[in-house]
C-alpha cells in the first residue's frame, strides 16, 4: 500500500498520467517508482532500521506532502 501511494503521489507531482490500470510498457515511470519502493521496503526489514519508525515517518512525510498538494 506504501509503494503504491508512493509511485501516485511522485505521479501526480510530476505530472504522469500514469495508473496501475496501464501496462507496464505504457507507465514505465510509475512502474519503476512502484518497484523500487518495494526493494527499499525489503531492505528495511532486513536491516537495523525498525520498520514501525519507518512507516510511522513515511506517513509524516505523506501528510506533509498531501497537505502542501492542497494549497
Same mark, same amino acid.
Given at each position: 500500500m506504501?509503494?503504491g501511494?508512493?509511485?501516485?503521489?511522485?505521479?501526480?507531482?510530476? !505530472?504522469?498520467?500514469? $495508473?496501475?490500470?496501464?501496462?507496464?510498457? !505504457?507507465?514505465?515511470?510509475?512502474? !519503476?517508482?512502484?518497484? $523500487?519502493? /518495494?526493494?527499499? !521496503?525489503? $531492505?528495511?526489514?532486513?536491516?537495523?532500521?525498525?520498520?514501525?519508525?519507518?512507516?510511522?515517518?513515511?506517513? /509524516?512525510?505523506?501528510?506533509?506532502?498531501?497537505?502542501?498538494?492542497w494549497?
Open positions: 506504501l509503494a501511494s508512493a509511485a501516485y503521489a511522485l505521479s501526480e507531482a510530476i !505530472g504522469w498520467k500514469e $495508473v496501475l490500470e496501464r501496462k507496464a510498457t !505504457g507507465a514505465r515511470g510509475f512502474y !519503476g517508482v512502484l518497484s $523500487v519502493s /518495494v526493494l527499499y !521496503g525489503l $531492505v528495511v526489514q532486513y536491516s537495523p532500521i525498525s520498520p514501525m519508525k519507518a512507516l510511522f515517518w513515511s506517513a /509524516v512525510i505523506d501528510g506533509v506532502v498531501a497537505v502542501r498538494s494549497s
